[in-house]
């Protein structure tokens, strides 16, 4: 890599700039001299020569777009100059070969984490309190009014205000003097320095506007997601609150724990709104249930368990020009880490793999998962026709003015966080993850119902890259965030908890960040290190609509 220009692959015949190239600069790619005839923005493209009408544009090896106009030898590759393309994939399986890189530096290292009756291991241990249809949300608020705060959890902001100080205060018949001298701001960590329940890392509420209205397909889907939570190894029990009437009924929700977990032994409590004597009374048989749960969940405590236990899904947004030759490919040598210690990573954003499907395709270990990836992504694509749209629309403003123009340019960089190891399985949304390996799980290119599905599906932590910057969280499962660039992670250090800039300045190669980056996945693993989304309480939650809402 050049300090000031890179060819990520031989066959691409775009070149990407690492700073800001001005107009009339000479570079230097396999052999050849390339003289700039225009100023080319940092993160953008160049021509390695000539272009006409038509003719195939490749980056990472792969067909990402086709020139739309002639485009002249060292000019820059734009969205008024260049339409997406993918290669065309067929269901043909192929043989594949794969070296594990060296695991030395982890091998014999554990974790600390919570173990589960069903032999999984959480890297945080979480109380649910879940809503089977939107109308019980006020419930859920109400409920979390009346524990979070009292037991020690954190709130929506940085500090908790303790005005019962102040009523006492009055009470006592202090003066204005006294009152404005009393303390009555209190920090997260001041808070959860005085949780009543120490072994458990906090109670969440998983509001959602779901579960009613929309086609019952929906309702069932949800009620896959939402056992994919409670059966998730960071969660130790619910309290699930029912209104009654809705589409996702209490039983539809059991028979999908029961599916996924046959002998599940966490405890979940159900309250239906329209057989309670009243509110009140729904909400104290809640606040009594939920606290007897934490109670139970409070016994379990963190003891070592080895790396294969780690379910990591595998997630970008807001990415940009450096994602896909920094942070992605970093996390993709983590990835391959993992899965030579008998760990598990899961990617899924499908249509985010668009153009790289025969690649995939080929890793897959059966027949039968190749022609379900296959199946998959000509269906999803198909329905995004079906709506007017397409995967060509996939890339954000912010992605293409950080040089990401076309869907297949933005796919075959996010691709690169599955590493290169075989696919083990590819799984459905809300698929469970049973089988140690490189997982596929189809799920939306949105980060939030991505994020969502990966956790509904098993994983216990995440690392998501970005280029732009992003505070997005789960309720559940620690998401660390990782620049692709340095700048974004000195300007946003308060939500991004790894720097993998470091790559494109030449400190670190793919292979020692992707080191460093499962060290610190161990640590924060091992509650050891928060990430920044749980300090900030980010605790974002979507589920995936997939079909039309009646």
Known sequence: MSNNYVQIDPKDNVIVAITPLKEGTSATIAGKTVLLKENIKQKHKF????????????MYGVLIGKATQPIAEGCAITI????????????????????????????????????????????????????????????????????????GYETKKDFAVDTDALIEKYKAGASTEDILNTPIITTKEELSKNRLFPNVDGIKFLKHDGGCGGIRQDSEVLCKLLAGYITNPNVAGATVFSLGCQNAQIDMLQKAIDDIAPNNKKPVHYLEQQRSESERKLIEEAVKHTFIGLTEA?????????LSKLVLGLECGGSDGFSGISANPALGYASDLLVGLGG????????????????????CE??????????????????????????????SPGNIKDGLITDAMKSAGAA?????????????????????????????????ESTTGLVGSGCNIV?????????????????????SNTNLYERMNDIIDINAGTVISGEDTIETMGEKILDHIIRVASGETPSKAVLHGNNDFIPWKRGVSL
């Open 47 to 58: 021509t390695l020569h000539d272009f006409n009408v038509g003719d195939e544009i490749y």
């Open 80 to 151: 008024d100059n260049v339409k997406h393309a993918s290669a065309e994939f067929k269901d043909v399986k192929e043989n594949f070969t794969w070296s594990a890189p060296d695991v030395s530096n982890f091998e014999g290292r554990t974790f600390n984490g919570y173990h589960r009756e069903d032999g999984k291991v959480g890297t945080a241990n979480y109380w649910l309190v879940i809503p089977l249809t939107f109308c019980e949300n006020r419930n859920l608020d109400v409920l979390e009014g009346a524990l979070s705060e009292k037991l």
């Open 366 to 395: 059966t027949a039968e998962d190749s022609k379900k990836f296959y199946d998959l992504m000509r269906a999803y694509s198909a329905s995004a026709i079906a709506v007017g749209s397409g995967f060509e629309n996939n890339p």
């Open 298 to 306: 409070n016994k379990i405590e963190r003891k070592p368990a080895p």
């Open 344 to 363: 598990s990573p899961v990617l899924a954003e499908f249509p985010e793999l668009n153009g790289v499907e025969q690649e995939l395709i080929k890793r």
């Open 463 to 483: 690392v998501f890259t970005t280029g732009l910057g992003t505070p997005t969280g789960n309720p559940v499962a620690p998401v660390l965030k990782m620049s």
């Open 416 to 448: 690169k966080k599955g590493g290169t190891s075989p696919v083990v399985k590819v799984l459905d949304y809300t698929e469970q993850i049973t089988k140690p390996g490189l997982n596929l799980l189809c799920t939306p290119g949105n980060d939030v």
